[in-house]
């Protein structure tokens, strides 16, 4: 095998590290490109909004996005001071049967506890039939089984918006009405 020159083997590697970087800038580009009027999208940007905003993208330019909800008047949001933002992909409807088994569980537990409280014992046993546990734990297990079912079929029918995180660059910026300075680092190979 022929020996490369030095020059070469450089010339070789910075191709190469061009094309891999022409395969990380593609997908931020993608990312950008999806922030479009129209997109549903969520954000964190202090001293614009407080807390997380939901919002319809209106109108966006390089450095502003303006958002807007059927609820209230339309807003403009610097692009530099947005520290978090989040794109709608839809309703999902496994995260929604997810959320509803989360909620569903614990209720149909508190319905079995208080209709197994609420009974004697076995409504079929008139004599000394022994304890009447069983009877009560199955009532207790029956409950928590159904409240998590009803709750996973009702989660599923209305399903749960799904979000996806986008990276935002932390920006060196201060804050002049509220007297604070923010300090990031962001780094691309």
Not at 47 to 67: F, H, N
Request: with cysteine; hydrophobic share 40%; proline share 6%.
């Amino acid at each position: 095998m022929p020996h490369l020159p030095i020059r070469t083997r450089s010339l070789s590697a910075l191709a190469q590290s061009i094309v891999a970087l022409a395969g990380i800038a593609v997908p931020v580009r993608a990312q950008q490109s999806e922030v479009q009027p129209g997109a549903r999208v969520r954000i964190e940007a202090p001293g614009i909004v407080a807390g997380r905003y939901v919002g319809t993208v209106l109108t966006r330019s390089a450095d502003t996005l303006e958002l807007g909800t059927p609820k209230s008047a339309p807003i403009k949001v610097p692009v530099a001071r947005i520290t978090s933002l989040e794109l709608s992909r839809g309703s999902s409807r496994s995260l929604g049967a997810v959320r509803g088994l989360v909620w569903g569980t614990p209720i149909g537990l508190v319905l079995g506890v208080l209709a197994a409280a609420g009974t004697s014992g076995d409504p079929y046993c008139y004599d000394n039939c022994g304890t009447s546990g069983g009877y009560k734990a199955g009532l207790i297990l029956g409950g928590t089984v159904s409240g998590a079912l009803w709750g996973a079929g009702i989660g599923a029918l209305v399903g749960r918006e799904h979000w996806e995180r986008f990276d935002v660059t932390p920006r060196t910026s201060f804050d002049a009405p509220q007297r604070r300075t923010t300090f990031g680092l962001a780094m691309t190979f």
